[in-house]
């Protein structure tokens, strides 16, 4: 008999950024299902983020919607204090608003290289900063958690796989990852685990033209030693393990999911 708890994060109260569509909407309706109620971040698509709030509702669970630009450090303390005020505690962050402004090196602007950092790097700062805030004013409840905070950063295989013509998605990942651990050295006496996730790709509206034809499909799984591209609820459910107990004792690592994308796939018949 398994005794993994079937809702394990029941009780908790979780702030899931850029969750109106892809990995951050399929990592909020997990939360949910595990127990957790969602704050529902979004930027530009209120009805998105409204239509996932009123399915985890209509579902049983507990969600609001929270407006806010992660890269504006009044919007992002704005929305902990939304998020406060509709559930009185902050006990998850998972930090996955993140943008592409592709360009080859030579032709990238200032605008484009900027834009990416501010939302993939110091949006995810401004949001775990406000976090470890939140976490360290409360007392801890270690009825519903033996951690007195979790944060995860969404990564990406790209902080470790360079990626020519997306030279400012790659330093933005890279700069998370070594945050995430930097974070997680800082704040892991105080009980607060932060971690990441890497995923590799996943069929979301970020990467549509990677996999939304046969051909284009077909070239991206010669990059996946699994054979399949990965879908948001892969994402999901990963991030539910991380964010829970049975992860207790994983501290400032990156969980990479991503089907063996890291496992250098050109070797198989090269080495
Ligand atoms: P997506 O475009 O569906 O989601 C990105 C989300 O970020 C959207 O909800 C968007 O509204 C939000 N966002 C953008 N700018 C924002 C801002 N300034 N403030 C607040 N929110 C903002 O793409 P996705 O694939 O779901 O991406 C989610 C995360 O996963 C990103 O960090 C991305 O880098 C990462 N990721 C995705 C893949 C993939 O294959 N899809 C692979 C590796 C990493």
Redesign the pocket.
Known sequence: MSNVPVRPLQGQKALV?????????AVARAFAAAGAAVGV?????PERAGQIVEDIRSAGGEAVVLR????SEDEVRAMFDEFGSAFGRTDILVA?????RDAAFTEMTLDQWRRVID??LT?QFLCAREAVRRFLAQSPDPSISRAAGKIIC?????EVIPWAGHVN?AAS?GGVMLMMKSLAQEVAQAGIRVNGI??????????REAWETPEAERKLLKLIPYGRV?E?EDIGKAAVWLASDASDYVVGTTLFVDGGMTLYPGFRENG
């Open positions: 950024t850029g969750a109106s569509s892809g990995i951050g909407a971040n979004y930027r530009s698509h806010a630009d992660v890269s996955n608003s993140g943008i592409q939302v993939n949006g969404m990564s990406s295989v790209h998605y990942k890497a995923p590799g790709a996943i069929k979301t509206p970020i990467n990965g948001p």
